[in-house]
């Protein structure tokens, strides 16, 4: 079945590293998205990982995906007040242009 | 490129009365999504679109149509209100590129109010 799973709420302080976890069900996910939400805002497509790779980097972000597990963590260093939001994962499988979405991670970033 | 837009952005309506929501993407995107929003409960697909004049049902489709009409318009209808579909709705659009990738483009959302 198809499940994405995520913590719903983190709280780190300005300049700490954070990471947030996510854990999805289907084998079949190609590529694995994370996506930064704002306050009143609409989903903004932050990074993505194909299903090949272990990790990405992409400037202060970080990918990590462990097949094997399932897991995937996104790790945000330095992180900023700016960073304050909620942040989803999604899986997209190969058969399928949907995404699947998870609940969301609240980010708090603490000055 | 405005990207993804939609109208309106808030909205109070009482229980039974009908709205549309629109959403233009222009980006010359193949697939429309229309999702809800609610409290820890992530986006629910409502409805989505894979070319112009086709709509397919998602996950929560009950109580909402779509059409499809034009390749940049999604339209969203609730004919009869029911306090349960008060939520966020966004719209989304995406297409599939080269390396199979099919990224979601997302609007800025419109905040629904059934009293």
């Known amino acids: 079945g198809e499940d994405v799973e995520q913590s719903l709420f983190l709280s780190v302080r300005e300049g700490d590293s954070s990471v947030i976890n996510c854990t999805y069900t289907?084998?079949?996910?190609?590529?694995l998205y994370w996506y930064k939400q704002e306050p009143g805002a609409g989903l903004q497509l932050l990074t993505y990982?194909?299903?090949?790779?272990d990790m990405k980097q992409d400037q202060r972000l970080t990918v990590l995906l462990n097949k094997k597990d399932k897991h995937l963590s996104l790790r945000i260093a330095d992180t900023q007040t700016g960073d304050s939001a909620i942040y989803f994962c999604?899986?997209?499988?190969?058969?399928?242009?949907?995404?699947?979405f998870g609940s969301g991670t609240r980010l708090l970033v603490r000055p | 490129n405005a990207g993804v837009t939609q109208t309106p952005k808030f909205r109070v309506l009482k229980t039974g009365q009908s709205m549309t929501l629109l959403c233009a993407q222009d980006?010359?995107?193949?697939?429309m999504y229309w999702y809800r929003q609610d409290p820890g409960m992530g986006l629910r697909l409502i409805h989505y679109?894979?070319?112009?004049?086709?709509?397919a049902k998602g996950e929560v489709p009950d109580g909402y149509n779509v059409s499809r009409l034009k390749k940049q318009n999604f339209l969203l209808g609730l004919e009869s209100a029911a306090p349960s579909q008060t939520s966020v709705y966004f719209c989304?659009?995406?297409?599939?590129?080269?390396?199979?990738?099919?990224?979601?483009?997302f609007g800025p959302g419109t905040r629904l109010t059934v009293t």
């Open positions: 989304a659009s995406s297409f599939l590129s080269g390396q199979g990738r099919h990224e979601q483009y």
């Open positions: 289907d084998s079949s996910s190609t590529y």
């Open positions: 990982i194909f299903s090949n790779m």
């Open positions: 999604a899986e997209r499988m190969d058969s399928s242009y949907k995404l699947i």
């Open positions: 980006m010359n995107h193949e697939y």
């Open positions: 679109s894979v070319g112009e004049g086709t709509t």
